[in-house]
């Protein structure tokens, strides 16, 4: 059974998501419900819960939102278009899109505007890349996989522009290295900006470390959380079992069965809180040793929106 478990630091909450928390929880503070959010404020089930229980409603269509209401956009951040639909609508926008998904957006507009095609590396469907997309449809191609760049068959693929590379904030550091060395060997001339952040390589590199050193991993976060799929598929690689769970209730005590050292972290909009209880339940199952394992210190705030008095 086991006896040692490694706490992967950095773990859990980044920058990003604290403040788009502290938004919606100032907003629902001052504000009566219902207090409108496009999309989930961010991905997780245990938050996205909470916020519902106070009266956030979370859509995914303005038009399910009356004229003149509150609306907070996610930490994801969204398209011009949906920008502007707001704005005619009348909704009283608080944007608490992270600043590190806002850099993304600019560099895409830029490049549209200087003559680029650009490349944007990233999981189709995902509320960010829509976002990010959406600043020059017409000019940006999505590249998942290496073997998007086989079907190409417009923009780049015609080479008659220069090519700009952008990248999703939350993306697997070693997949990415390895999509964007097919782009370069493609197009040695593309500008390339990978903006895979700050908390997504810190906690990427805590997990890979524990993984290397347990018989078990824990990754706690939800199934459309990125950054916590990612984490998952990061300790897997490293050879040692490895699990997502959105929480204490989806973990099987099987998976226990001959292993001496558990590895637990979490994704990036997960709260610390959702560890305790595994924590416990691993203490009553027989661990003694709890050792923090300790690959960066983040010291990384952003400010509040406009908006937020
Ligand atoms: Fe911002 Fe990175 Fe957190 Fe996403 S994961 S909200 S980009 S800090």
Same mark, same amino acid.
């Given at each position: 059974?086991?006896?040692?478990?490694?706490?992967?630091?950095?773990?859990?909450?980044?920058?990003?998501?604290?403040?788009? $928390?502290?938004?919606?929880?100032?907003? *629902?503070?001052?504000?009566?419900?219902?207090?409108?959010?496009?999309?989930?404020?961010?991905?997780?089930?245990?938050?996205?819960?909470?916020?519902?229980?106070?009266?956030?409603?979370?859509?995914?269509? *303005? =038009?399910?939102?009356?004229?003149?209401?509150? $609306?907070?956009? @996610?930490?994801?951040?969204?398209?011009?278009?949906?920008?502007?639909?707001?704005?005619?609508?009348?909704?009283?926008?608080?944007?608490?899109?992270?600043?590190?998904?806002?850099?993304?957006? *600019?560099?895409?507009?830029? =490049?549209?505007?200087?003559?680029?095609?650009?490349?944007?590396?990233?999981?189709?469907?995902? +509320?960010?890349?829509? #976002?990010?997309?959406?600043?020059?449809?017409?000019?940006?191609?999505?590249?998942?996989?290496?073997?998007?760049? &086989?079907?190409?068959?417009?923009?780049?693929?015609?080479?008659?522009?220069?090519?700009?590379?952008?990248?999703? %904030? %939350?993306?697997?550091?070693?997949? %990415?290295?390895?999509?964007?060395?097919?782009?370069?060997?493609?197009?040695? !001339?593309?500008?390339?900006?990978? &903006?895979?952040?700050?908390?997504?390589?810190?906690?990427? *590199?805590?997990?890979?470390?524990?993984?290397?050193? =347990?018989?078990?991993?824990?990754?706690?976060? @939800?199934?459309?959380?990125?950054?916590?799929?990612?984490?998952?598929?990061?300790?897997?690689? %490293?050879?040692?079992?490895?699990?997502?769970? &959105?929480? $204490?209730?989806?973990?099987?005590?099987?998976?226990?069965?001959?292993?001496?050292?558990?590895?637990?972290?979490?994704? !990036?909009?997960?709260?610390?809180?959702?560890?305790?209880?595994? $924590? !416990?339940?691993?203490?009553?199952? #027989?661990?003694?040793?709890?050792?923090?394992?300790?690959?960066?210190?983040?010291?990384?705030?952003?400010?509040?929106? +406009?908006?937020?008095?």
């Amino acid at each position: 059974m086991p006896h040692t478990l490694l706490l992967a630091e950095p773990r859990g909450f980044c920058a990003g998501v604290v403040r788009a $928390i502290d938004v919606l929880n100032a907003v *629902l503070d001052r504000e009566p419900p219902p207090v409108y959010a496009f999309h989930e404020i961010v991905h997780n089930r245990h938050v996205v819960e909470s916020f519902r229980a106070r009266g956030a409603v979370f859509v995914d269509a *303005l =038009a399910e939102v009356p004229n003149g209401a509150r $609306i907070v956009f @996610s930490a994801h951040g969204v398209s011009p278009a949906v920008v502007a639909e707001a704005r005619a609508r009348k909704l009283r926008i608080i944007d608490a899109t992270c600043p590190l998904v806002t850099k993304v957006h *600019l560099e895409t507009r830029k =490049a549209a505007r200087d003559g680029f095609d650009i490349l944007l590396v990233g999981h189709h469907g995902h +509320d960010e890349v829509t #976002g990010t997309l959406g600043e020059a449809p017409d000019r940006t191609t999505i590249v998942d996989t290496p073997a998007d760049l &086989d079907t190409l068959t417009r923009g780049p693929g015609g080479g008659e522009r220069p090519v700009f590379v952008v990248t999703q %904030t %939350t993306l697997s550091v070693e997949d %990415t290295a390895g999509v964007i060395d097919a782009i370069r060997a493609r197009y040695p !001339a593309a500008e390339v900006r990978n &903006d895979i952040c700050y908390a997504t390589t810190n906690r990427q *590199l805590a997990v890979r470390t524990i993984a290397q050193r =347990a018989d078990l991993v824990l990754v706690v976060g @939800s199934a459309n959380s990125s950054n916590s799929v990612r984490l998952r598929e990061v300790a897997a690689s %490293t050879g040692t079992p490895a699990y997502r769970v &959105d929480g $204490i209730a989806d973990i099987d005590p099987a998976w226990y069965d001959g292993v001496g050292t558990v590895g637990l972290t979490a994704g !990036a909009s997960v709260p610390d809180e959702l560890l305790e209880p595994i $924590i !416990a339940d691993l203490r009553a199952r #027989g661990v003694t040793r709890i050792e923090p394992v300790v690959v960066a210190t983040e010291t990384v705030t952003f400010q509040p929106p +406009d908006g937020l008095d």
